[in-house]
């Protein structure tokens, strides 16, 4: 059981260049959500799922779009990176019988 | 507006005393409150859990607290060990899907 896999861990981007941050999870989970996570802050929602097909926006969803095609799963999109962006974001997902959500080991994106 | 609050970055104890970490809210259309850990360079783990219609659950040496008079929960660890020296996060959920995040607090165990 691979859990939420999150590619790539490490990612740098130029200013205005766009990209997609990879999350996939083999649990069959139905809630998805993304989370940025600033130094000595903790987690803001950017989006979340609740199946798929369906998503919805969370804190901080400006600059960034997200997409539910299958339930496996839920890539973010940054449109135009903004030096604002660089952070550490983490995908995580959830059965919706449960409240805990399992976690994947986080992508760490600078923005120049 | 912050709505769930940890008002202590950081706690030090010693092996084998309690570790108390402590968080407040302020929406009190949070339905259940979580717990979460985080060591450096990975995701958060899932820990505890409490739901609002509870004022106690317990895991092992883990247990949540919950006063909703005062908006308050708190997570207490008996016997700390070096091992659970990590960041911890408290969360709230109200609507499906959404969980809002404390700040941290950053717990170092002695040996």
């Known amino acids: 059981n691979a859990g939420v896999t999150q590619t790539p861990k490490f990612q740098v981007l130029k200013t205005g260049q766009s990209m997609t941050l990879q999350c996939a999870q083999d649990m069959n989970h139905e809630y998805m959500s993304w989370y940025r996570q600033d130094p000595g802050m903790g987690l803001r929602l950017i989006h979340y799922?609740?199946?798929?097909?369906?998503?919805d926006q969370g804190e901080v969803p400006n600059g960034y779009n997200v997409s539910r095609s299958t339930t496996e799963d839920f890539p973010l999109r940054l449109l135009s990176a903004a030096p604002s962006q660089t952070s550490v974001y983490f995908c995580a997902s959830r059965p919706p019988a449960t409240y805990g959500y399992t976690f994947g080991s986080g992508t760490r994106l600078t923005v120049v | 507006d912050q709505q769930v609050k940890q008002n202590s970055p950081s706690l030090s104890v010693q092996e084998g005393r309690i570790s108390i970490l402590n968080c407040d809210y302020t929406?009190?259309?949070?339905?259940?409150f979580l717990w979460y850990k985080k060591y450096p360079a990975e995701g958060p783990t899932f820990l505890i859990s409490?739901?609002?219609?509870?004022d106690k659950n317990e895991d092992g040496r883990f247990t949540v607290f919950l006063n909703k008079s005062a908006k308050h929960l708190s997570l207490h660890i008996v016997p700390s060990q070096p091992g659970d020296s990590a960041v911890y996060f408290c969360?709230?959920?109200?609507?499906?899907?959404?969980?809002?995040f404390g700040d941290g607090t950053t717990l170092t165990v002695k040996p």
């Open positions: 409490i739901s609002s219609i509870k």
């Open positions: 799922s609740v199946g798929a097909g369906i998503t």
């Open positions: 929406n009190s259309m949070f339905d259940y």
């Open positions: 969360a709230a959920s109200q609507d499906a899907g959404k969980s809002t």
